[in-house]
């Protein structure tokens, strides 16, 4: 059953704490993403990972970091978290030659 | 600004009708093209994609047309049912060695009343 995974669905921090945001796959697909969706903004990207350890900024990286030490992990990092991060971020994965993602169910992130 | 474009953030239509979804984008070098549906609370799912070397897919229902000079593209819903009530989100990307880096747009909410 082919499947990305995130952890934990909802998630309340303080500004200025660290967040980790877990993603995981079963399908070995070596691209994955991290976008974050808000109201009237649709979905944006915020990291690209091509496979372990080849990461890549997407269009809005500021105050985000991503690790992939595991083709089947990809973890996003906020370190000192924001209000302005308030968001629903979605994990997917993409297979080889092909441009369908896959997404995660997404994780509702609440920066007090 | 938003490279790719949803200008309807809102769409109502009669069951039965036919739904058009419209989509618009600025990069010239955009060969890939899909829209994906999203119900409240759940993940976007692909519905159907088109590469650049067609101007029009159909899979049932739904049909793509594709208008490279305007850089435009569409998605058509016929014979819409209740339960194609969801944001529908179009995306655009240039195809780069077998991944292609999205871009979404602002989404549109369809809702087909009964």
């Known amino acids: 059953d082919m499947k990305v995974t995130q952890m934990p669905r909802y998630l309340i921090k303080r500004m200025g704490e660290n967040v980790l945001l877990e993603c995981g796959q079963d399908?070995?697909?070596?691209?994955m993403y991290w976008y974050r969706q808000d109201p009237g903004l649709g979905l944006q990207l915020i990291y690209i990972?091509?496979?372990?350890?080849?990461?890549s900024e997407g269009d809005i990286p500021k105050g985000y970091r991503v690790s992939r030490k595991k083709r089947e992990h990809f973890s996003l990092i906020l370190d000192s978290a924001k209000t302005n991060q308030t968001s629903v971020y979605f994990c997917?994965?993409?297979?080889?030659?092909?441009?369908?993602?896959?997404f995660g169910s997404g994780t509702r992130l609440t920066v007090l | 600004g938003q490279q790719v474009k949803q200008s309807s953030p809102s769409l109502t239509v009669q069951e039965g009708g036919i739904s058009i979804l419209n989509c618009d984008y600025e990069?010239?070098?955009?060969?890939?093209f899909a829209w994906y549906k999203k119900y409240p609370d759940n993940s976007p799912t692909l519905l159907i994609s088109?590469?650049?070397?067609?101007d029009k897919r159909e899979d049932g229902r739904l049909t793509v047309f594709l208008n490279k000079s305007g850089k435009h593209f569409s998605l058509h819903i016929t014979a819409s049912q209740p339960e194609d009530t969801a944001v529908y989100l179009c995306?655009?990307?240039?195809?780069?060695?077998?991944?292609?880096?999205?871009?979404f747009g602002e989404g549109t909410k369809l809702t087909v009343s009964s």
């Open positions: 997917a994965s993409s297979p080889p030659d092909a441009e369908t993602l896959y």
């Open positions: 399908m070995s697909h070596e691209t």
């Open positions: 990972s091509y496979d372990v350890d080849s990461n």
């Open positions: 990069n010239d070098m955009f060969d890939y």
């Open positions: 088109v590469r650049s070397n067609v």
């Open positions: 995306a655009a990307g240039e195809n780069q060695g077998g991944s292609a880096k999205l871009i």
